[in-house]
């Protein structure tokens, strides 16, 4: 097979996720600060909760429209460049793309539609229910995708039958033990994308002293929801990261820049990666370090690349089964800087918040403004590790990359393709932030706040 056919496929496919997934997070959090601010309006009748949960309604349809849209692009490449790894998953992909389909995204369209045109047409609590309906299968829809994506990093339930896997443990398949730390990882992170733009946006008022009243609030909500969800994000990634020490010890491995097996592990901070020769030439590491964040053990023994490469030539046969070192590696330091960083800045703005001063520190809301892009880079580093991490996989152990990409496809037809998708992407885009950008510029409606008691 020509190996251009591979470079170009994936590529194609890690853009169109991408790009999909920055707006996926902020559904999967938005939708929940939303109900959050909603239930609030509910309960104390203040109207001022009712102007910022449409306004940031708003936001949230232009988001919602733009991730459906790119959602399905994704979709229709497993038929187009990757026609083997439908045919060879096909079995296990059906039922969670289908349970995903007519049960959480059926329920999430129809009750946004409701949410939109039913303010002043059903109850307070009618309205409440819905748009807490709308967050929940927004969640419970990651759940149903993230469970076939979790049957690629640690396949589960399954059987070998004429060349392809074949389903035979549902059960098996939606508890597999990857996707209870994949999927809180997820929706986690999509609550911190949710709560610093709802911080960016309400920092951006306060700077320009407009609407002070609404975006205080809204600016409460999203530095509350950001330092909850930035701690527990830090601690998930810790026991994710544990937990792939056993499943996965090659990703491990590359992202920590391990070559040999050592007991006890150091923790390499940085390093000169020369893969070719298989080896750091320089590295500035903590000594038993990676013992401690892999096993909870100063004494414990951490696999190497090296090893681990002799041993799954031994069972898979031969092949280079080493992934990317360097963009591992360095993917995740930036990841887990930002992340600390993140929970550094939302602690000293929660700090200043509790005493009522946070208008009158303007250089720590020009930081929550600026540091916006951060968290959106933090989750393309982690999908980065996460696929990345598993090649030469497309299936961990059962399944090559390589195998995965359709037979018949030439490259020129995968280069027409891309530039296509990057061309309409690119206009999607423009479209997105045209709107976006009007939402922002007009601000909340603070005069139409009526609607009756019901």
């Known amino acids: 097979m020509d190996n251009t056919i591979l470079i170009l496929a994936r590529i194609q496919f890690a853009i169109t996720l991408l790009y999909h997934f920055w707006f996926v997070a902020l559904t999967l959090g938005l939708s929940i600060l939303m109900a959050l601010l909603e239930t609030q309006y509910v309960r104390s009748g203040n109207s001022a909760y009712k102007v910022m949960v449409k306004f940031w309604g708003k936001l949230f349809l232009v988001n919602y429209a733009v991730g459906i849209v790119t959602g399905l692009v994704n979709e229709f490449q497993f038929g187009m460049n990757w026609s083997e790894?439908?045919?060879?998953?096909?079995?296990?992909?059906?039922?969670?793309?289908?349970?995903?389909?007519?049960?959480?995204?059926?329920?999430?369209?129809?009750?946004?539609?409701?949410?939109?045109?039913?303010?002043?047409?059903?109850?307070?609590?009618?309205?409440?229910?819905?748009?807490w309906l709308v967050a929940l299968s927004a969640n419970y829809s990651a759940y149903w995708i993230l469970a076939a994506n979790s049957f690629m990093q640690h396949p589960v339930g399954h059987r070998l039958e004429s060349g392809r896997v074949e389903l035979v443990d549902l059960a098996a398949l939606i508890t597999n033990p990857y996707l209870f730390y994949q999927y809180s990882h997820t929706v986690l992170s999509g609550l911190v994308v949710a709560g610093y733009f709802v911080m960016a946006v309400s920092a951006?008022?306060?700077?320009?002293?407009?609407?002070?009243?609404?975006?205080?609030?809204?600016?409460?909500?999203?530095?509350?929801?950001?330092?909850?969800?930035?701690?527990?994000?830090?601690?998930?990634?810790?026991?994710?990261?544990?937990?792939?020490a056993d499943v996965q010890p090659m990703k491990m491995?590359?992202?920590?820049?391990?070559?040999?097996?050592?007991?006890?592990?150091?923790?390499?901070?940085?390093?000169?990666?020369?893969?070719?020769?298989?080896k750091n030439t320089y590295q500035l590491a903590l000594p038993a370090g990676l013992s401690v964040l892999a096993y909870n053990s100063l004494n414990a023994p951490v696999q190497g690349m090296n090893d681990l490469q002799d041993e799954y030539t031994r069972q898979y046969g031969p092949g280079d089964y080493i992934p990317a070192v360097t963009v591992l590696f360095w993917s995740f330091r930036v990841m887990v800087g930002i992340g600390f960083w993140l929970v550094l800045l939302t602690a000293v703005n929660c700090w200043y918040w509790?005493?009522?001063?946070?208008d009158a520190h303007p250089a720590l809301l020009k930081a929550v403004l600026w540091s916006l892009p951060l968290p959106y880079l933090a989750i393309t580093l982690g999908w980065t590790m996460a696929e990345m991490g598993r090649q030469p996989w497309i299936v961990y152990g059962l399944l090559l990359t390589a195998k995965g990409v359709s037979k018949v496809v030439p490259a020129a037809y995968v280069w027409v393709s891309l530039s296509l998708y990057l061309t309409v992407y690119a206009f999607i885009a423009a479209a997105a932030i045209y709107v976006a950008r009007k939402i922002l510029l007009a601000g909340p409606d603070e005069q139409s706040t009526g609607d009756q008691d019901r």
């Open 85 to 131: 790894y439908s045919r060879f998953v096909g079995s296990i992909f059906g039922p969670p793309l289908a349970f995903e389909a007519l049960t959480a995204f059926f329920v999430e369209s129809v009750a946004i539609g409701v949410w939109v045109y039913g303010w002043d047409k059903i109850s307070r609590s009618a309205h409440l229910a819905v748009i």
């Open 253 to 278: 491995a590359a992202s920590e820049a391990l070559w040999e097996t050592a007991t006890p592990a150091p923790f390499v901070v940085i390093a000169v990666i020369d893969g070719d020769n298989r």
């Open 204 to 244: 951006y008022y306060l700077l320009r002293k407009e609407h002070i009243d609404s975006f205080r609030r809204s600016f409460k909500a999203g530095v509350v929801c950001a330092l909850i969800a930035t701690s527990l994000v830090v601690a998930t990634g810790h026991f994710y990261n544990q937990y792939l």
């Open 354 to 358: 509790r005493k009522n001063e946070i």
